[in-house]
């Protein structure tokens, strides 16, 4: 487990964890059991900011997020790991206004969820 860093766009907690990507790097499952299959992931800049793509991201330098537990993950780390697994590099703070506020505008983005 490592302390929270600085440097991200929403407060950190302490950061533990890693994600399990299948064989064919289809779906992906954090170790809070999330999967991409369930509830999907959130994509971040490589600024580490919430931003929804209609088609994903295939670029190395931004990161996936785990919308449930906040694990954030590099995209590169997860495209080398496939059928293996990626350590966490950040743990996003899921009760901070900020993310909160950008993940509720990311669901409307990708869902229309209500605002």
């Keep these: 487990m490592s302390a929270p860093t600085n440097g991200w766009p929403y407060a950190t907690v302490l950061v533990d964890g890693e994600i399990t990507v299948d064989e064919d790097g289809e779906n992906q499952t954090c ?8 509830e ?11 931003s929804w793509m209609t088609d994903g991201s295939s670029d190395p330098s931004e990161f996936a997020v785990c919308p449930v537990c906040g ?4 995209n590169a780390a997860l495209f080398a790991a496939q059928g293996n697994t990626a350590a966490a590099i950040a743990r996003y703070d899921t009760l901070d ?3 909160i506020k950008d993940l509720t505008q990311y669901n409307h983005d990708a869902y229309g969820d209500p605002l």
């Design 31 to 38: 170790e809070c059991g999330n999967d991409s299959q369930t």
């Design 40 to 50: 999907n992931w959130c994509h971040a800049t490589s600024d580490g900011r919430l």
């Design 71 to 74: 694990r954030v993950y590099p």
């Design 97 to 99: 206004p900020a993310f």
